[in-house]
């Protein structure tokens, strides 16, 4: 009887994970149709992308331009 209880804890648990997993999607899916953006902020704006971008091909290099802007030198990078 012990085996039998444990198996139906087993499929009660494994099929509230499904509802928990599908809940979370459908919840992340609208948050995206409603424009909501995951991950991490922008450290530059676009006015500031735009201006590091000129100053790189002007010849600055990445450390420079990332002093400028208080930011890493890898996020000019990435820019």
Do not use: C, W, Y
């Amino acid at each position: 009887m012990g085996k039998f209880l444990t198996h139906i804890l087993g499929s009660v648990a494994k099929l509230e994970r499904s509802f928990i997993v599908q809940r979370t999607s459908e919840g992340r899916a609208r948050a995206v149709a409603n424009g909501i953006k995951f991950g991490p902020k922008f450290k530059l704006d676009s006015h500031q992308r735009e201006q590091a971008i000129k100053m790189r091909n002007e010849g600055k290099s990445n450390v420079e331009i990332a002093k400028l802007f208080n930011v890493s030198h890898q996020a000019i990078g990435r820019v």
